[in-house]
């Protein structure tokens, strides 16, 4: 047991030494494009009405009229410490920017990919148990059209006839009161998310159950007088599992930056909405410092993704 | 994104107007009059007797009379089939200039992608090594950073809006996916008997590459790009639509939609159900058509 336990160690810790050059091309991609493809800065905050003088001094202030290497330098102590200075519009400390608008984001997005997680499984379970039939014929059509509408058309319309026409929902809006945010504000975008991500999810589960519901194991599994619903639940969905994992591990790193759209539409100040407005006001440091932290959650969890394959599925070899 | 720069950098010396919105009966300062224009607005609640004539009134009779009254957004217009938008445009010319910009750039931002990802698919999985690890780095680079968020950023610093600039950034950022597929196929193909043969009677590295294995692996390139451009026009609504995409004078999908927002409160139902309609038309058109040309060209299927 030891054994297996420092080996997961050993490879745990060769995983995290694997992230460091990645890390380094994240860092190099983003001040490539923010030091250099952007521009000069300084224009952008000076305005219309700016001097030479002022011009100069804002470039002495945000360390722009200095070499690349020190500027190159600047970027990574501030990665490091987690101090990226001030938004450029707002004044807001950037940290301070984060640690306020991961909560509205989390809210609406854990609810909102659990309930998905676990709808798309189910409807794709029973849809792969009748495969062929009238129903998953009809299921699948209607995948096909729901995934062809814009998700800003399920945005504006549920916003329009649930909330705005029959009233059961705010229009937007956010609190200051979890219960209040989670049971007033959120239900409407929880389910304006589900609805979007249902079609495409059901879609793609439904073709990993195919794929494991014609194997020898079912029929065995069947032939000891197995009941279905075990067959379905415990045989056929642990070994569709991973895919299942790499799917919702895929849309993890999206939680920390936010769903931009459903965020922007109902006004909930969350790290999507924030970004946005940051892209309209040229707000780089915000940009920056939200790309920066979510490309190193998404290695993470890249890496807890593999770990869970192996948890699920002891066949899982990790190298 | 032009004005919004121009905001910030204007922000004192347009502080008047920015407090006029806000303040509208107090007595202010940097507008004495706004107090004033309130007070005989409270007087006449009927609004007209203000003495203030519409200079422009005759002119727009007229205007309307030539076009025979349809610039108001009537849904049954003879001349508008399917209806105008607030400012009295045809929406079902809108519509047909929306799905050309959407084609358009769906189309080159997927041919850019895929050319990108053949060529890097290529020299990664055929030379291997360095070169493979390079690309590899690469690619872990790009998708480390959640696809919104990079299309986002790349935005910000472009900072102008055009559909060039939108292809680019598609087409400059959605190349990981096929760039992964062309690769293992490459890696697969370079070490059949063709290939040696190839090298046998002295092929160089270029021709073995573009010439032998490109025709044998080009089902994947061709289904990927055809699921692509229903992913870059979708991302191009979105991003027209939050107006970081095609400029102004372009029409686009996007853009409708944003003016069917504010439509929609006023009952104006038609631009909207006109670009979804359209949309959606087009995306289950192409999804179907990938699904075909999968079925044709993939050899593997049963």
Known sequence: MSGVQSGMLAYVVRRLWQIVPTLVGVVLLVFFLFNWVGGDPAYLLAGKISNPEQIENIRHQLGVDRPYHVQLWIFIQQIATGDFGASWSTNEKVSEIFATRLGPSLTVLVPLLAIDTLLAIAAAMLVAYVRGSLTDRMVMIGCTVGQSVSILVYIIVFQYVLAYQLGW?????????????????????????????????????????????????????????????????????????????????????????????????????????????????????????????????????????DLLYRAVDPRVQLK | MGPAISDRGSAASAAPDASRDETSRESNPADPLAGVLSEIRQKSPGGDDTGIVDPLADVLAEIRAESGGASLTEAGAPTLVFGGDRWGRDVLKKTIKGTETSMFVGLVAAFLAAFLATVFGALAGYYGGWIDDFFNWFYSVFTSIPYLLLILAIAAVLNQKGTLTVILILGLTGWTGIFRLVRAEYLKHKVRGYIQAADAIGASHARRMFVHILPNVSHVVLVQLSLHVVLFIKSEVVLSFLGFGVGVDTVSWGSMLNEAQSELILGYWWQLVAATVAMALLVTGFSLFTDALRDALDPKLK
């Open chain 1, 169 to 305: 929902f705010p229009v937007q809006g956010w609190g200051d009161s979890f219960s209040e945010n989670l049971f007033k504000y959120s239900l409407l975008p929880i389910i304006v998310g589900v609805i979007v991500s249902l079609a495409p999810d059901t879609r793609l589960y439904r073709s990993f159950f195919l794929d494991e519901i014609n194997q020898d194991y079912v029929r065995t599994a069947r032939a000891k007088g197995m009941g279905e619903i075990r067959v379905m639940w415990v045989h056929v969905l642990r070994n569709a599992s991973i895919p299942i994992i790499t799917n919702v591990m895929i849309q993890l790193p999206g939680l920390l930056a936010g769903a931009f759209l459903i965020e922007r539409f109902f006004s909930i100040p969350g790290v999507g909405r924030e970004v946005i407005l940051a892209v309209e006001r040229s707000d780089f440091p915000v940009i920056k410092a939200v790309t920066i932290y979510v490309a190193i959650a998404t290695m993470i969890i890249n890496l807890i993704a």
